[in-house]
Each structure stands twice: as structure tokens, then as C-alpha cells.
């Protein structure tokens, strides 16, 4: 013969209880017991500049409102339980509501949501005019349309990683320098020239200062086409 269940709080009949200290039905089981552990505040960290957030220390590319929601709030979510998020503005504040799912189980937390702005290190480098290569482009080719041609790759390759990013173009009488961030930016570049051209490429190095005692150096690329 099989038993009825009786929720002990509301009395009412259900097919399943749960808890363990105290069965309860799936109505009353959330009045008792929370299914996550949502602050009443929650921070998202946003640069500036960029729109890009800080997630545990890492700059992530997450732009919109609701990815970064998503990416911020995947930090509270359990196993074995579904979240989704509604968010609102009210009184000149922003709140997310998090509904949560397990099984027959439902509930919602209500958290107000706080925006602070920093600017990340890669665009604080940008703006500072950072730079580890200096690429010159020399010879008698039409260096106009080869420069151009590089800043299009150099677009490109920060789009997929925006730590390598292209920092200044000085155009010269007898060419143009290219500011880069990092080798594999250099990289980039040199590889679009090869593909096309029979460039002479010579390498060195210029002293841009000491740290820790030690002597730095900046590596310098010439590149010339004729």
C-alpha cells in the first residue's frame, strides 16, 4: 500500500519532500532553505575605456550588460540547479533578480547591482603610449600603402587579443616607425610583409633604463623593401 505524503508545515499533499533535518513540500522547502547564496550587493568591475570586466583578476571580454551578468553571476551557481536573471532599474539603482530551479523546487533572490569603473592595464598602456618593439620601414617601395596595409593587420590582430595593439605611427622622411606592444604583434606584421614581399630584416636593441639594478632594452626591428 502506498502512503500519502503530507507537507508538516502547510499540510498540504505532494508527491515528494525534501530536506534532511525537516521534510518539507516543494512550496514551503525554500522558506526554510536557500538554493544559493546571493549577497544583497553585487559589484561588477568595468574599464573605462574598453567596457571590458575583471572577473577573479582577469580582464575578460564580456561587453554587454547581459554577458557580463551572466559571467558575474555564474560565481554563485550550483550544481544541479538553474539560474536565470531579470534586471531592472529603480530609484536611479540597478537590482538583478536570480530565479533559481531545482527539480520542482523554485525560488528568487533580489540583489541590488553596483558598477565601479577602473581602467584596465592594456588600455592604461594604449593611452600611456607603451610600447616593447619599434618597427622601421624603410626602402624605395610605396611605403604609403605598405603602412596601411600594416595598420589593417595590426586592427586585426588586436581585435582577437587586445594586449598586442599597434601604439603609434611616426611617419618620417624616409619611412615610418611603427609602436608595437608586443613580439607577437612584430610578428604579425613581418609575416603579412613575407607573404608578399622579400623584406630585409636586421635586428637590435636600444637601452631604455634600468630596473631592479638590471639594464632593459627595447627591441628594435628594421625592415627594409625596395
Not at 525534501?18 to 561588477?44: A, F, H, M, R, S
Amino acid at each position: 500500500m502506498e502512503l500519502t505524503k503530507f507537507c508538516p508545515r502547510c499540510g498540504k499533499k505532494t508527491e515528494n519532500l525534501y530536506g534532511e533535518k525537516q521534510k518539507l513540500c516543494p512550496d514551503c522547502y525554500p522558506d526554510k532553505n536557500d538554493l544559493l547564496e546571493v549577497p544583497d550587493v553585487v559589484t561588477l568591475h568595468i574599464c573605462s575605456t574598453c567596457g571590458r570586466m575583471r572577473k577573479n583578476g582577469e580582464w575578460i571580454e564580456e561587453y554587454t550588460l547581459e554577458d557580463q551578468l551572466a559571467a558575474r553571476f555564474e560565481e554563485f551557481s550550483q550544481e544541479e540547479i538553474d539560474m536565470e536573471l531579470q534586471y531592472w532599474e529603480e530609484d536611479d539603482k540597478m537590482f538583478v533578480r536570480v530565479h533559481a530551479f531545482k527539480g520542482e523546487i523554485q525560488d528568487h533572490y533580489d540583489t541590488e547591482l553596483r558598477t565601479e569603473k577602473h581602467q584596465c592595464p592594456t588600455c592604461s598602456q594604449f593611452e600611456g603610449g607603451f610600447y616593447k618593439v619599434k618597427m622601421q620601414l624603410r626602402g624605395d617601395a610605396d611605403l604609403n600603402r605598405l603602412s596601411n596595409q600594416m595598420a589593417d593587420v595590426a586592427a586585426e590582430t588586436t581585435n582577437e587579443d587586445r594586449k598586442h595593439f599597434l601604439s603609434n605611427i611616426n611617419r618620417m622622411d624616409h619611412g615610418f616607425d611603427f609602436y608595437l606592444s608586443t613580439e607577437k604583434i612584430a610578428k604579425e606584421l613581418l609575416d603579412s610583409l613575407r607573404a608578399k614581399h622579400d623584406p630585409e630584416i636586421k635586428r637590435s636593441y636600444e637601452l631604455i633604463g634600468e630596473e631592479d639594478g638590471q639594464e632593459v632594452y627595447r627591441n628594435v626591428i628594421s625592415v627594409r623593401i625596395d
